[in-house]
C-alpha cells in the first residue's frame, strides 16, 4: 500500500477531471472501477477507484481517491493497494508506489494552472 494527502485551492469538478485526464495521459491500462458523489454536511465528496496493470510488478494494481471539497480548497487522498506477488506478505510495493507517483504528477499539474 502506499498513501498520499494534500490539499489544494481549486475546485472540485475540474479538479477531478483534470486529474482523471492527466492519469489516462500516463497509463494505457487505467481504467476507472468506481465512482460516486455525495454531500456531507455542506461539504461535497467524490469517491474514484482506478485500476491498471502495472508492468514493473506484473500484475494489476488499484488506486482509490478521495476528494472532499470544503470552501475553496479539496482535500485529495490516493491509496493504492494491490501490486504484490507474494502469497502471504508483499515482496514488491513498485507498482503500488508508482501508481500514486501518477496521482501526485496529476495534482502538482493542477497546481500550475
Known amino acids: 500500500m502506499a498513501y498520499l494527502e494534500t490539499s489544494i485551492k481549486a475546485d472540485l469538478d475540474d479538479l477531478a ?9 500516463q497509463s494505457v ?3 476507472k472501477e468506481f ?3 455525495l454531500t456531507v ?3 461535497r465528496v467524490k469517491l ?8 514493473m510488478g506484473g500484475n494489476r494494481v488499484s488506486m482509490h481517491i478521495t476528494y472532499i471539497q470544503r470552501g475553496e480548497y479539496v482535500e485529495i487522498i490516493g491509496v ?12 514488491n510495493t ?3 508506489e508508482e501508481f500514486l507517483r501518477t496521482l501526485e504528477e496529476a495534482i502538482n499539474d493542477s497546481r500550475r494552472i
Open 17 to 25: 477531471v483534470r486529474i482523471e485526464r492527466s492519469l489516462s495521459d
Open 29 to 31: 491500462s487505467i481504467s
Open 35 to 37: 465512482e460516486k458523489d
Open 41 to 43: 454536511g455542506d461539504s
Open 48 to 55: 474514484q477507484t482506478y485500476e491498471r496493470f502495472s508492468y
Open 80 to 91: 493504492t493497494a494491490g501490486g504484490s506477488s507474494a502469497r502471504f506478505f508483499k515482496i
Open 94 to 96: 513498485i507498482g503500488e
